[in-house]
């Protein structure tokens, strides 16, 4: 739901020859982002039904020519902060009529489009798009600047195809960060110039992404308007590293956490950052943090050796590790988002700027705005999408701000995501995890507070519909109602379910 929205009765038609104009903006798009999204958009417009609209037979006044878009910013830089704000004003009639979208920037202007995309119908009468209800005028921007979707290809690998149409539905919803979960205990599937023996992690030669992969896959999400945030989960969630290199195993009975007395560990993770660097300009990199046994190193000879002569025991080595990797993080430019144990560990010694990433449960981003770091919010009782009883009321209630009440505390809030974690899921029913439940989260980080829904019930035909646009434009999303990625239960229409 924008942040302003006001309508008429009226109904223009598209023209067959329906055109992009940008005379007057000051974006000179040398990189065609928004010539290649008008055309997407009309794609998925005429994509439904072949399109057999006679426009001689109508009133001229009434045919949309085409639309105006005027873009204020000449720069294509998309970052956290980028601002994404639009207008998009549809006529009632003219001579001839076109639709106009006014931006500050080239990303809002796509956002802009989105929403026209989505005002525009099939007529079975006439055979053509048809825009209802105007003359429309909408003014909106979005509520959080990060709104997140983590998908997870360490589990499963996703073929870059899939990961594409990922991304191009995550643009039907606004969401605007993907964040690429890309190894783990499992695999490391992604190629690394600086230490090309990684990715002998990856399950098999097939399931790999090599450097120029990762290239096209942030260079399809920004034309997209959407920021690819990489995770590399240290010192926890490791294993598969110590394929290629085993020296980063404290030994081969035990192999995670990565080895923290071994100097080649923190040389290695210097390099897989500044391999990053080259890729994923998002100003912040993951360096997850979760979930840490230690007791591997209290039991390693050579390791426990060490930590005594450092006069540590395993929680002090922890601590120790996430920060050093901190500041590698940092000396390659990037702020750092950890997993909230950092924070419930030792969060006092984090870096300023740390982002905290809530996941075990509710309160913790109080705590963490009142400390003065910032914070992301994905509690998974509610915003785990791999949880198939995450029902989608719970997914649309799920308010970042809860008890956070301080303006200024609030506005360390950058915003939350929903997660993917892939130990069952693959390119077979990613989408159809993800979708629809993945755009009620999306409405409750992008709408005005003041302007949800207090009873999730007074969305579900909006919701209901998205689902079936999602689904004419070849999104396998599944059905509203009941579990995640639940198949229809009998016969019936889209609109039923």
Known sequence: MPKSVSYGYGTLHLSNEFELRTDGSKFADASSILKDAFKRSLDVLRSTHELEFNASKIDPLLVLKGIHVVVSS????????????????????????????EAKTVYGALHGLETFSQVCHYNISSRGIQ???????????????????????????????????????????????????????????????SYPKLWDGAYSVPERYTFADGEEIVSYAKSRGINVLAEIDVPGHAESWGVGYPALWPSKDCKQPLDVSNEF??????????????????????????????SCWETTPHVRKWLQKNR???????????????????????????????????????????????????????NVVKAGLRCIVSNQDKWYLNHLDA???????????????????????????????????????????????????????????????????????????FRCLLNQRGVAAAPLDGYGREAPLDPGSCYMQ
């Open 391 to 465: 029902f989608w009321q719970g997914v649309y209630s799920n308010e970042p701000l809860t008890n956070i009440t301080d303006p200024k505390e609030q506005a360390l809030v950058l915003g939350g995501e929903v997660c993917a974690w892939a130990e069952y899921i693959d390119a077979s029913d990613i989408e159809q995890t993800i979708w629809p439940r993945a755009a009620a989260a999306a409405e409750r980080l992008w709408t005005p507070y003041d302007k949800l829904a207090k009873d999730p019930e007074k969305i579900k035909s909006r919701l209901s519909y």
């Open 131 to 193: 825009v209802h209800q105007v003359p429309w005028t909408i003014v909106d921007q979005p509520r959080f600047s990060y709104r997140g979707l983590l998908i997870d290809t360490a589990r499963h690998y996703l073929p870059v195809p899939v990961i594409k149409k990922v991304i191009d539905s995550m643009a039907y919803a606004k969401l605007n960060v993907l964040h690429w979960h890309i190894v783990d205990t499992q695999s490391f599937p992604l190629e690394l110039p």
């Open 265 to 294: 560990t923190f040389k290695l993770i210097d390099g897989i950052i500044s391999d990053f660097s080259k890729i994923f300009k998002y100003k912040f990199v993951h360096l997850g943090g979760d979930e840490v046994n230690t």
């Open 74 to 101: 000449p720069s294509d830089e998309l970052q956290h902060g980028t601002d994404e704000s639009y207008e998009l004003h549809v006529p009632a009639k003219g001579s001839p009529p076109y639709a106009r979208i």
């Open 312 to 366: 540590m025991n395993g929680s002090e080595a922890y601590e120790y590790f996430v920060l050093r990797a901190q500041k590698i993080a940092l000396s390659h430019g990037y702020d750092i988002i950890n997993w909230e144990e950092t924070f419930n560990s030792f969060g006092k010694k984090l870096s300023p700027k740390t982002v905290v990433h809530n996941w075990l449960g509710g309160g913790v981003a109080q």
